[in-house]
């Protein structure tokens, strides 16, 4: 690590910790820190997925195109799952930074 990056982390954090000061900056970190995650698990989901396909198309006999059928099955459900998981929560967080009205 450089010291750029670590000035950058403090400016970030420093940023980050002003925010959370109100509530609605508290909501604004939550909802980027989970939109940002939603983003990375789609993507990750995404390639592994393509990499399935990849493996369907490549398949010399049916039991290697069966398994990778179901992998690629797999990866949808959990894809999902863990996007809904995330999104779950993110929505729980929201709650309880925001105090009731």
């Known amino acids: 690590m450089r010291l750029t990056h670590l000035v950058g982390l403090v400016f970030a954090a ?7 000061r ?20 789609g993507v990750a989901a995404l390639m592994t997925l393509f990499e399935w396909i990849g493996s369907i198309a490549e398949a010399r ?3 290697r195109r069966l398994e990778a059928c179901l992998m690629s099955l797999i990866t949808t459900i959990a894809g999902g799952l863990m996007m809904s998981g995330v999104l779950w929560i993110c929505v729980a ?4 930074a925001v105090p009731p009205i």
Not at 22 to 41: K, M
């Open 61 to 63: 006999d049916a039991v």
């Open 93 to 96: 967080l929201i709650r309880w």
């Open 22 to 41: 109100e509530p609605a900056g508290r909501v604004a970190v939550i909802v980027f820190g989970c939109g940002l995650l939603e983003i990375v698990i």
């Open 14 to 20: 420093g940023l980050v910790f002003t925010l959370c």
